[in-house]
């Protein structure tokens, strides 16, 4: 029985490597699907032709990419091996490797700088919106970062935000990816039916995604460093909501609130703040401009309420003087400023 499976796995192995593949092409491709990455790079040195193609079009690259071996990959890369070659279905190892959170490579891929950000799978897509499709997080950041278009359409009328809503379950790993896509500049785009991702989040009862969408405007990232007396004043207020000392927190407020009752039985209502971190920029608040010019933290507390998962605390400048005047807001849902 053994000596049976044995042969069908030669006849398989003889089928898959084709006539054409004769020498070191064959020795490649093979080497290459075992992951093993002294005897690629033997192979490499000896001049092995990088862009043979198996019967499905793929090169050793992408096999290696679809294999995840990370250490192949980055020595064919550095070898010169094309990342954006398509197979028979147009796949590449740039755009494989962004689809299914093949990171490792991806990050290979993009520090070639050969990459193209602009190639589309066969369904029109970019990289980006099977990755959100997926619930790859780390994989949406990483191309976000590249500067894949946030907003492109695939040939269904799905950008990477409908993908992530629709496709998705809902879960918080999904709530982070819409979060990073909308901070991204990803807009609320209807599909070919006419309904945003905003509109089919509310339909699945995604109720936190819908907050997340919801609650965006026209908004960029400050890269810059925030000032001094900046990061001395919003820390004061952060501490102050963390302590739940609202009168410390309202005496941080430059101006009187219009709502003081309502954000007062709020504020008293939330919990979840001992995750605060002040000196962490990037791990539970939001540096942000808005469109007029005025700067923004933007907070997302957990809130009580379980038809009304979050509480949105902004902190507005609404000064350009040395000692920045703040403006503080607590929203729930939608705030409008």
């Known amino acids: 029985m053994i000596g049976r499976w044995a042969g069908i796995a030669l006849v398989v192995m003889a089928a898959w490597v084709q006539p054409a593949y004769a020498g070191k092409a064959?020795?490649?491709?093979?080497?290459?699907?075992a992951g093993d990455v002294e005897q690629v790079r033997e192979i490499v040195r000896s001049g092995a032709d990088l862009e043979v193609r198996d019967p499905q079009g793929r090169t050793a690259l992408l096999l290696a990419t679809r294999g995840d071996h990370v250490g192949v990959a980055e020595l064919l890369i550095e070898a010169g091996a094309d990342v954006n070659a398509k197979d028979s279905i147009e796949d590449t190892p740039y755009l494989y490797a962004g689809a299914e959170g093949r990171d490792d490579i991806l990050k290979l891929i993009l520090a070639s700088g050969r990459a193209n950000l602009k190639d589309t799978n066969r369904y029109?897509?970019?990289?980006?919106?099977?990755?959100?499709?997926?619930?790859?997080?780390s994989t949406v950041t990483?191309?976000?970062?590249?500067?894949?278009?946030?907003?492109?359409?695939n040939r269904l009328g799905w950008t990477a935000l409908m993908e992530a809503v629709i496709?998705?379950?809902?879960?918080?790993?999904?709530?982070?990816i819409v979060d990073a896509l909308i901070w991204a500049g990803a807009r609320n785009l209807p599909d070919?039916?006419?309904?945003?991702?905003?509109?089919?989040?509310r339909e699945r009862g995604y109720g936190e995604i819908a907050v997340i969408i919801g609650?965006?405007?026209?908004w960029r990232f400050v890269d810059e460093v925030p000032s001094a007396a900046e990061t001395i004043r919003i820390?004061?207020?952060l501490e102050s909501a963390k302590d739940k000392d609202w009168n410390a927190f309202t005496a941080l407020n430059d101006r009187p609130f219009n709502n003081a009752q309502a954000a007062k039985e709020l504020f008293e209502k939330l919990d979840g703040l001992s995750h605060v971190q002040t000196s962490n920029w990037k791990t539970d608040l939001d540096v942000v401009v808005v469109n007029d010019g005025h700067r923004i933290l933007r907070l997302r507390l957990p809130s009580l309420k379980p038809d009304e998962p979050y509480a949105i605390l902004m902190v507005m400048n609404v000064g350009e003087a040395e000692t920045p005047v703040f403006d503080l807001m607590v929203f729930m849902l939608e705030p409008q400023f």
């Open 26 to 33: 064959s020795m490649l491709m093979q080497a290459v699907v």
């Open 235 to 237: 820390g004061e207020i």
């Open 124 to 137: 029109g897509g970019t990289a980006l919106i099977p990755a959100a499709h997926h619930g790859h997080l």
């Open 192 to 201: 070919n039916e006419g309904k945003t991702p905003l509109e089919h989040a």
């Open 167 to 176: 496709l998705g379950d809902g879960s918080e790993n999904y709530r982070y």
């Open 215 to 218: 609650t965006a405007r026209d």
């Open 142 to 153: 990483l191309l976000i970062e590249a500067g894949v278009d946030v907003n492109h359409i």
